[in-house]
Nanobody
Framework: QVQLVESGGGLVQAGTSLRLSCAAS????????MGWFRQAPGKEREFVAA????????YYDEAVKGRFTVSRDNAKNTLYLQMNTLNLEDTAVYFC????????????????WGQGTQVTVSS
């Protein structure tokens, strides 16, 4: 079983950038497509971005397309989310997960979530 730990969140000003990381334990990480999700206060968790196991394809929610970039380093068992031009609506707790990669339907394979990493964007 793969354990996932998110990091890299913080308090930033609108218009700036942040890079999130998701460290995975276990050799199975490289075999799975991965995704990022986020949950804002009072809202349901929503899909953000996903990437195939070998990085040959990516998919983004329209709200982040062109601003966020998902990538992975299978040698380091790490998933990344580069977030540029952040805005107030990006404020949320961000989670990573193993996903079923079937665009536009990207869903997590499990209901088990890590603690996530908080991203707060201020004006």
């Amino acid at each position: 079983q793969v354990q996932l730990v998110e990091s890299g969140g913080g308090l930033v000003q609108a218009g700036t950038s942040l890079r999130l990381s998701c460290a995975a334990s276990g050799r199975a990480f490289s075999a799975y497509p991965m995704g990022w999700f986020r949950q804002a206060p009072g809202k349901e968790r929503e899909f953000v971005a996903a990437i195939t196991w070998n990085s040959d394809d990516t998919y983004y929610d329209e709200a982040v397309k062109g601003r966020f970039t998902v990538s992975r380093d299978n040698a380091k068992n790490t998933l990344y989310l580069q977030m540029n031009t952040l805005n107030l609506e990006d404020t949320a707790v961000y989670f990573c997960a193993i996903v079923y990669y079937r665009p536009p339907n990207i869903v997590p394979r499990s209901d088990d979530w890590g603690q996530g990493t908080q991203v707060t964007v201020s004006s």
